[in-house]
């Protein structure tokens, strides 16, 4: 499925972070995000506390997203969904929205690796960081040291089995 022309709206909800960006012909156009504080009392995230915070903020985080890109939804030619890996509850929230917002404007819907997407990221800043390049993927609980032959085509040379670096990573940066 490809979209059609226009720009894309991106939804991400794998953890305990709403966010939404609208990115035209690679640039960012607009982008919120909505940090949970919910957890801060448990010391780690709380996968349902997380879901239910995603319902309850990501209509706002989507609408202030458009706001900042100065677009009416009908103007979107897509929607990118983070699709997985990530907290199954959170996903699914994003997953469904993203879905019938998608169907409601008639505009495809496709989802996103979460760690592929943070390959990608790089290269909307730095269009030279392209493959192929070796690159380690921390993102909370996953870790994936890869190959990048070209886009689309990875080798995994290793990964965490089960505590994270990313989650190793969110506890020190906690303790300040």
Same mark, same amino acid.
């Given at each position: 499925?490809?979209?059609?022309?226009?720009?894309?709206?991106?939804? %991400?909800?794998?953890?305990?972070? !709403?966010?939404?960006?609208?990115?035209?012909?690679?640039?960012?156009?607009?982008?919120?995000?909505?940090?949970?504080?919910?957890?801060?009392?448990?010391?780690?995230?709380?996968?349902?506390?997380?879901?239910?915070?995603?319902?309850?903020?990501?209509?706002?985080?989507?609408?202030? !997203?458009?706001?900042?890109?100065?677009?009416?939804?009908?103007?979107?030619?897509?929607?990118?969904?983070?699709?997985?890996?990530?907290?199954?509850?959170?996903?699914?929230?994003?997953?469904?929205?993203?879905?019938?917002?998608?169907?409601?404007?008639?505009?495809?819907?496709?989802?996103?690796?979460?760690? %592929?997407?943070?390959?990608?990221?790089?290269?909307?800043?730095?269009? %030279?960081?392209?493959?192929?390049?070796?690159?380690?993927?921390?993102?909370?609980?996953? !870790?994936?040291?890869?190959?990048?032959?070209?886009?689309?085509?990875? !080798?995994?040379?290793?990964?965490?089995?089960?505590?994270?670096?990313?989650?190793?990573?969110?506890?020190?940066?906690?303790?300040?």
């Amino acid at each position: 499925m490809n979209f059609r022309g226009g720009p894309v709206l991106g939804i %991400e909800s794998s953890c305990d972070e !709403t966010s939404a960006a609208v990115v035209d012909g690679g640039r960012l156009l607009g982008h919120v995000i909505l940090s949970q504080d919910a957890h801060e009392v448990f010391g780690g995230v709380v996968p349902e506390i997380a879901a239910r915070q995603h319902l309850a903020h990501i209509d706002g985080v989507v609408h202030r !997203t458009l706001d900042e890109a100065g677009l009416d939804p009908a103007g979107l030619g897509g929607v990118g969904v983070t699709a997985g890996p990530g907290l199954i509850g959170a996903l699914l929230v994003g997953l469904n929205w993203a879905k019938g917002f998608g169907w409601a404007l008639g505009v495809p819907v496709i989802g996103v690796h979460h760690m %592929e997407a943070h390959l990608y990221a790089n290269s909307l800043d730095s269009p %030279e960081a392209s493959p192929p390049f070796v690159a380690l993927l921390i993102s909370g609980g996953h !870790t994936l040291l890869l190959h990048a032959a070209e886009w689309g085509r990875y !080798t995994l040379l290793g990964s965490t089995r089960d505590d994270a670096v990313g989650e190793a990573f969110d506890k020190v940066a906690r303790r300040r």
